[in-house]
């Protein structure tokens, strides 16, 4: 027997146990495990036999990293069977989460418990896969095929007591797991309970309401953004109603090869390992020493202090909330309630819930009130001497130890750790807004911060829900600074011959949440023009600015005056292209002597996206960010890139990093040299043949 697993008999109750950590997936010996323990069970003296896991949880899924590697025997569906044709009843018993692989290990069991506090669910989709082991068969047969459709279409976990509720688990667990299911089995067997095989389960073709189907296939692919994923659930699940079990599960097998050798599969599972690395600090053990954090304080109620008081209620840990005023302060919390009061409406959150929320933040006027707080974390407008000036109060006011972050997204977070006598204390936490959705954390080290205390906002980025990627310091860190070039390309184009709806529906096909142009209404006009007005534009190229100056001085700020690029219905909010704007492009364009043109949805691409790709090259070759892939983690989580390109790096590994600096040199032939100047990485890498991907290897 493998040492993955174990399998002992004890009063007639046998006990197949994984220990494979850290999230006992199913590798091949955890397979072969399994099977060879649920065959020495046919022949044993056992009357029922449990499966349950050590550790902190029930089997997580398939291992992900087999995936790009040849089969090995036994395969999942094999166990499966074996455990579904026992001749005696066998019990799935679940902590933690049962995910993917691991809940239809637990589906393919005759009974499931729990404990209440565990979770089932087919999290596949968001590896760009599908339940391949008769997950998509066996979860309609005992959910429905609507509920199994939200279930797998969506990846998210159901908590016990729901899934108790739909049946898909039998029996809640209180206090000891392993006992209580002793316990349930034994009852089992007492009572003759029979062999309940999910795959008997016939679903009636007439439950289902003509158009379902072709209705939930619009559905999803209306959201999929690139993700071929939903479309082959949807086709499994409609297999499950229309075919006999062995050759609906036959069409699941099929659809799951396609999956796992889609570039969109390859994509998601690069962010998904790169997600995890982000959260890594290079250099730095794991066992670094961390500081104690059950007390946190936010410096500005505003839309951003806010939210991220909020991300801290979410995550049960107490906030102060500081402001100059009362009204000021009333205004913020008021602020926190109403969007509370969305969650709520929405049904993702009960009344109770967001009370105790609620109840975590309370409000301040007075530095004394954080003296004892073990996080600060500063959010107020983007003024370097302003954030000074408080950092110079919090080193007066603060408890040693305490960690004094700065929510900025621009300014220099050294200058603002001068500002204080502890700059080993002193590290920045940008969020991106909304603070309390977007799941982004840049932490920016600062020359002088301490290990622990980043080491320390890294773990508190995760208790509080957020993906963390490290930067150094520089203008606008790892995804601001990257932006740049992606915003000035896109008005550019509109210069050179596009219509911004041309610019937009390009970039959303390649699966962007939101095109560059309607974004710019999105987040108001005005913003970086009443920037530019405080910097003054001498000296700067004035042609990415030269659509959206006039636009705002005409009146038209964006979304918020119902006018920027767009038009906007008052209603649907649903954009709508304009000819006095396309005229005005026109005019400004003749201004620039532009002559426009016809332009190629490629052109748009890569004009758009190899910006990014090569700035990015230029942040890693700094130090600024630690891996290619933590940058693709920025533009996934907080720029929306969509996650089936894997981010702006893998997505140029895919193009081919030769293709992509050719075509960096050619754009600096055609629009100049500051622009376009290709990162000494991206050169040596496309010269000797070499991506991001084997770069982040090589300096692992
Ligand atoms: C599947 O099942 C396909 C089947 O339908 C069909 C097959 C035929 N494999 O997230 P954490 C690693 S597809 C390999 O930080 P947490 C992870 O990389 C799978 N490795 O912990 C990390 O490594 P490191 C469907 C895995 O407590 C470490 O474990 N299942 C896997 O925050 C700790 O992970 C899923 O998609 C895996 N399956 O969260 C579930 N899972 O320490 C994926 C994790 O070196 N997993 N690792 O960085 C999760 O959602 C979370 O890991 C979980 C724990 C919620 C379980």
Not at 202 to 214: L, N
Not at 500 to 527: I, K, N, R, Y
Not at 596 to 612: H, N, T
Request: with cysteine; hydrophobic share 40%.
């Amino acid at each position: 027997m493998s040492q993955a697993v174990s399998y002992s008999v004890q009063d007639k109750i046998g006990v197949i146990s994984v220990n494979n950590p850290p999230v006992n997936a199913l590798a091949q010996r955890v397979r072969e495990g399994i099977l060879k323990s649920i065959q020495a069970a046919q022949r044993d003296d056992s009357e029922a036999v449990i499966l349950a896991c050590e550790g902190r949880t029930f089997i997580a899924g398939a291992d992900i990293t087999e995936f790009n590697k040849p089969p090995k025997e036994p395969g999942l569906p094999e166990v499966l069977s074996a455990l579904e044709n026992s001749s005696k009843p066998v019990i799935a018993a679940i902590h933690g989460t049962a995910l993917g692989g691991g809940f239809e290990v637990a589906l393919a069991c005759h009974y499931r418990c729990a404990v209440a506090s565990a979770k089932v669910g087919l999290p596949e989709v968001k590896l760009g896969l599908l339940p391949g082991a008769g997950g998509t068969q066996r979860l309609p047969r005992i959910a429905g095929v609507k509920a199994a459709l939200d279930i797998i279409t969506s990846g998210n976990p159901v908590p016990a007591g729901k899934a108790h509720d739909m049946g898909l688990v039998n029996e809640i667990i209180e206090g000891d797991l392993l006992e209580g299911a002793r316990r349930y089995a034994r009852d089992l067997v007492d009572s003759g309970a029979p062999l309940k095989r999910i795959r008997d389960v016939v679903i009636d073709p007439d439950t289902i309401e003509p158009g379902f189907f072709e209705q939930a296939r619009k559905r999803v692919n209306a959201r999929a953004r690139g993700q071929i994923a939903p479309d082959r659930i949807v086709s499994c699940l409609e297999a499950a109603v229309s075919l006999p079990i062995d050759q609906a599960l036959e069409r699941e097998r099929e659809l799951f090869r396609e999956l796992v050798t889609s570039p969109e599969s390859a994509a998601m599972r690069h962010i998904f390992f790169a997600e995890r690395q982000a959260a890594k600090i290079k250099g730095l053990p794991r066992e670094t020493s961390q500081r104690d954090i059950s007390q946190a304080a936010i410096i500005g109620g505003g839309t951003m202090g806010g939210g991220i008081a909020m991300c801290f209620a979410n995550a049960g840990i107490p906030v102060i909330l500081l402001e100059v005023s009362d009204e000021a302060l009333d205004r913020g919390m008021k602020i926190i309630r109403k969007n509370y009061g969305i969650t709520v409406k929405r049904g993702k959150l009960g009344e109770e819930d967001v009370k105790q929320r609620m109840g975590l933040i309370t409000g301040t006027t007075d530095y004394a009130d954080i003296a004892h707080a073990d996080i600060v974390i500063e959010a107020v407008f983007e003024n370097l001497e302003l954030k000074k000036e408080i950092f110079a109060k919090l080193d007066q006011t603060c408890k040693p130890g305490a960690i004094l972050a700065t929510n900025t997204s621009y300014q220099d977070v050294d200058a603002i750790a001068a500002a204080t006598g502890r700059p080993e204390d002193v590290l920045g936490t940008h969020f991106f807004s909304p603070a309390n959705v977007m799941r982004l954390l840049e932490v920016v080290r600062g020359e002088k911060t301490a290990d622990d205390a980043l080491a320390t906002a890294m773990r508190i980025g995760k208790r509080i829900g957020k993906v963390c990627a490290l930067s150094g310091v520089c203008y606008g860190f790892i995804g601001n600074r990257m932006l740049t070039g992606y915003g000035r390309e896109a008005q550019l184009l509109l210069l050179e011959g596009c219509t911004p709806q041309q610019v937009d529906s390009t970039l959303e096909q390649f699966g962007m949440a939101m095109g560059p142009v309607a974004m710019g209404d999105l987040a108001g006009l005005d913003v970086g023009y009443k920037a530019r007005q405080s910097r003054g534009t001498t000296g700067d190229d004035p042609r990415p600015y030269a659509i959206s100056t006039r636009l705002v001085e005409s009146g038209r700020h964006g979304q918020k005056t119902g006018a920027g690029y767009y038009r906007y219905d008052s209603e649907t909010r649903r954009r709508i292209p304009d000819p006095e704007v396309e005229a005005m492009i026109r005019e400004e364009a003749e201004k620039f002597g532009i002559a426009r043109r016809e332009i190629s949805a490629q052109e748009i691409i890569a004009r758009c996206l190899y910006p990014l790709v090569n700035e990015g090259a230029k942040i890693l070759e700094e130090g600024i960010a630690q891996r290619a892939s933590d940058v693709d983690v920025v533009y996934v989580f907080g720029y929306a890139f969509p996650v089936a390109k894997g981010g702006p790096m893998f997505y140029a590994d895919r193009v081919g990093l030769k293709r992509v600096y050719e075509q960096i040199l050619e754009f600096q032939r055609q629009h100049g040299e500051t622009n376009w100047r290709p990162a000494n990485l991206l050169k040596e890498l496309a010269e000797s043949g070499g991506s991001f991907a084997e770069w982040d290897r090589r300096q692992a």
